[in-house]
């Protein structure tokens, strides 16, 4: 994603790293980072704009993606304005490694790896993130084995702090929250022999949907990914003739709306249609990473047919959606909150400070995904 400013404006800012080069002249360009142990990869005290974020993990366990957490401080804040496993932020949701590419993030692993728990990925972030009074960002490795190779730069800008860019800038916030499983307020369908696809006149009760974005403040959202665990067993299973050709039928989980509700509102001003439909695509998910929406975990992977794990992404960025006092963004689990799923996500958005106090962090293994636990 380019800056807004013309590539050809001089640029009044001084390009400076963080990184984890060998100090010493050597090719040891990486960090060791102990179980429990919080390590600072930049730290600076006055104006600028972090331009981009890579990172690349050799970790010796395979859940370190969602293992490891990814933590930013903006202005001397007490309370971090992002906290997020370190592969949802990069929208690897589940702990898996995939290649690909949209306007916000850019990551690649090797073509053997394509899928897989952890394993090698490069991690490429560059939504860019102001800040007036200096910045920290730390990650910490939740695991019970050491980190031994931890690689990264961090890009930024230094500015002075009366610079115009600077002048009505908004902070950078990125939050992590899940639901294992999602509820429903009743026993699931396929229990009570009812097929879900005959449910779809069930009245909406949006206080039960899934809350990806809870927020106060002044601001713009500008995006979220979200991880699906399909869990949900459908009443019939695949048959050809008096044979079975497959395992239980899992039920589609994307027929939950998007509800977005601004400043408080009763009735969401934007209100949509089904989940596949918010993250840009229709007729289900497909495998394909587009500038502002698509895929980047794919949940049918001729790999691990069994898993049926997902992520998707939508980027607001040609159209961040506005708040002046709160936003609050959820969406369906199912038409009508139905179905008992396990969803995670991350949410990204621009906001003035302070912010509201984020839900508590997951313990590590409440994190895990349900397929590797």
Known sequence: MFHAAPLFSQRRGRPRRFSSRDLTGGNRDFWAIEPGEEKALAEFESAGVIRHLWMTIGHDDRLYLRKMVLRAWWDGEETPSIEVPVGDFFCLGHGIARSFQNAAFDCVTHHDNEGNVGGGVAMNCWLPMPFRNGMRITVQNESDKTCGHFYFYVDFEELPAEDPDLADALYLHAQYR?????ETGEAILAEQGVNYWDRLDTPVDPSQNYVLLDASGRGHYVGCNLSVHNLDPALFRK?????ELGAPELTWWGEGDDMIFIDGEAEPSLYGTGSEDYLTQAWGM??????????????????HPDRRACTSYRLHLPDPIAFSKSIRVTIEHGHGNLQRNDYSSVAYW????PHAAFPVLPHVSERLPRFAR
């Open 178 to 182: 899940q639901e294992y499983p999602t």
């Open 286 to 303: 497909h495998d394909r990473a587009h500038l502002f929406g698509g895929t980047s975990v794919h949940e049918y992977d001729p790999h």
């Open 239 to 243: 048959r050809f003739g008096d044979r």
């Open 350 to 353: 621009y906001q003035t400070e």
